[in-house]
Nanobody, 116 residues
Framework: QVQLVESGGGMVQPGGSLRLSCAAS????????MGWYRQAPGKERELVAA???????NYADSVKGRFTISRANAKNTVYLQMNSLKPEDTAVYFC??????????WGKGTLVTVSS
């Protein structure tokens, strides 16, 4: 069993930045893919960004050029750097990872609010 714990959420003004962190209780070297999803009120959960164990990244069109996903394997941590934040980025952000044996793990989420 792997636990994922997100941190770094909060309230920020439009145009601001936040960095989310996802700390895993196990080695993320065992995860084939790590990612961030988000869910806004009244909307379905959507993929924001993902990174494979060899560093290949994938982003939602809505965040390309503004968000960057990265992983620090030695710290068992995945990050999501969010710049130029917009009100429509307001959501609960969830960290997820797919481990090599095919099980997906999810964190409980961290709230990001972009508002003036």
């Amino acid at each position: 069993q792997v636990q994922l714990v997100e941190s770094g959420g909060g309230m920020v003004q439009p145009g601001g930045s936040l960095r989310l962190s996802c700390a895993a209780s196990g080695s993320i070297l065992s995860a084939t893919t790590m990612g961030w999803y988000r869910q806004a009120p009244g909307k379905e959960r959507e993929l924001v960004a993902a990174i494979t164990n060899v560093g290949v990244t994938n982003y939602a069109d809505s965040v390309k050029g503004r968000f960057t996903i990265s992983r620090a394997n030695a710290k068992n941590t995945v990050y999501l750097q969010m710049n130029s934040l917009k009100p429509e980025d307001t959501a609960v952000y969830f960290c997820t990872g797919r481990w090599y044996y095919g099980v997906d793990y999810w964190g409980k989420g961290t709230l990001v609010t972009v508002s003036s």
